[in-house]
């Protein structure tokens, strides 16, 4: 059995789902071969840390806090934000964990099609470099999809949507640079964020899932609050993948599962935010 015939297998196997001649052939590879004995490891990882998750109550009043910041905003017809200096930690945070249950399963990536072969591959490049050699690894992305500096407001233009991007992320990122990218699968955005110990985090918004960005990398699906919420083993980082409104957006770049957590869930509770201040549409 090849390492391609394995990794499409990996998920079952390690879900002890394959039928028992085909979980052998399995174990008699990983047994032989490193580098798909790591893939399995990555699962085991993720799942690891996902699972000791912490979940905390929701502070009471937290929804009603902020609909009443909306609400006198609008009255003062200020620009609707919700910065992340008025809430705890932990009560973002909890806003993920909000399931009776925290279900847990693996996710297999089918291989990508020969349209988006090259997408793949390419986005994997960007991804190896991303923890080391964060300008590096963007510039592979500019390079390769017409990738251009805007400002906000020009990528609001460019992308035809209004992104999901705030000027400040949790735990001390800002903005550093918005780009527009004209990839396969649509023209999307990329918010980069660096905080003060020089660590990065790239925000993409785009349509659709894009299971064919992370290739065969692990990944496992935790169900939050009712939205699936994919996150997928980098080189020591995360990513994190969900539907957030009418697009999907992805965090590349998280320290571990529980910073992920808090940024899918702040970014989820701005995007509702907004949309609640805009009213019915």
Same mark, same amino acid.
Not at 3 to 14: D, G, I, N, P
Not at 87 to 92: F, G, T, V
Not at 186 to 195: A, L
Not at 224 to 228: A, D, E, I, S, V
């Given at each position: 059995?090849n390492?391609?015939?394995?990794?499409?297998?990996?998920?079952?196997?390690?879900d002890?789902?394959?039928?028992?001649?085909?979980?052998?052939?399995v174990?008699?590879?990983?047994?032989a =071969?490193?580098?798909c004995?790591?893939q399995?490891?990555?699962?085991?990882e993720?799942?690891?840390?996902?699972?000791?998750?912490?979940?905390?109550?929701?502070?009471?009043g937290?929804?009603?806090?902020? &609909?009443?910041?909306?609400?006198?905003?609008?009255?003062r017809?200020v620009?609707? %934000?919700?910065?992340? #200096?008025?809430?705890?930690?932990?009560?973002?945070?909890?806003t993920?964990?909000l399931?009776?249950?925290?279900?847990?399963?693996?996710?297999?990536?089918?291989?990508?099609?020969d349209?988006?072969? /090259?997408?793949?591959?390419?986005?994997?490049q960007?991804?190896?470099?991303?923890?080391?050699?964060? /300008? &590096?690894?963007?510039?592979?992305?500019?390079?390769?999809?017409q990738?251009?500096?805007?400002?906000?407001l020009?990528?609001?233009r460019?992308?035809? !949507?209004?992104?999901?991007a705030p000027?400040e992320?949790p735990q001390?990122?800002?903005r550093?640079?918005?780009?527009?990218?004209?990839?396969?699968c =649509?023209? =999307?955005?990329?918010?980069?964020?660096?905080?003060g110990?020089?660590? %990065?985090?790239?925000? !993409?918004?785009?349509?659709?899932?894009?299971p064919?960005?992370f290739?065969d990398r692990?990944?496992?699906?935790?169900e =939050?609050?009712?939205?699936?919420t994919?996150?997928? +083993?980098?080189?020591g980082?995360l990513a994190?993948c969900?539907?957030?409104?009418?697009?999907?957006?992805t965090?590349?770049?998280?320290r571990n599962?529980?910073q992920?957590s808090?940024?899918?869930?702040y970014?989820?509770? #701005? +995007?509702?935010?907004?949309q609640?201040?805009r009213?019915? %549409?």
């Open positions: 059995m390492c391609e015939r394995v990794r499409e297998s990996l998920s079952a196997y390690y002890r789902e394959l039928a028992p001649d085909l979980e052998a052939e174990r008699e590879h990983l047994e =071969c490193p580098d004995a790591g399995l490891a990555g699962f085991a993720l799942s690891k840390l996902a699972a000791d998750m912490r979940q905390p109550d929701v502070p009471p937290v929804w009603s806090a902020i &609909d009443s910041s909306l609400n006198e905003r609008r009255h017809g620009p609707v %934000t919700v910065p992340w #200096r008025n809430y705890s930690r932990i009560a973002i945070a909890a993920l964990l399931a009776a249950s925290f279900a847990l399963f693996i996710y297999w990536n089918p291989h990508p099609t349209e988006h072969h /090259e997408m793949t591959a390419t986005f994997g960007y991804l190896d470099q991303f923890q080391q050699q964060p /300008e &590096d690894a963007q510039e592979v992305l500019l390079t390769r999809y990738g251009r500096l805007v400002d906000p020009q990528a609001v460019e992308a035809k !949507f209004n992104p999901n000027d992320l001390g990122f800002s550093s640079a918005t780009y527009v990218l004209v990839m396969p =649509c023209t =999307c955005t990329q918010t980069i964020y660096k905080d110990l020089g660590n %990065t985090l790239a925000l !993409f918004e785009h349509a659709g899932q894009q064919g960005w290739g692990p990944t496992i699906t935790a =939050c609050h009712g939205k699936p994919s996150f997928v +083993q980098l080189q980082q994190a969900w539907q957030c409104g009418p697009r999907h957006l965090i590349v770049g998280a599962v529980e992920a808090e940024l899918v869930a970014l989820d509770a #701005r +995007q509702r935010a907004l609640a201040a009213g019915p %549409t």
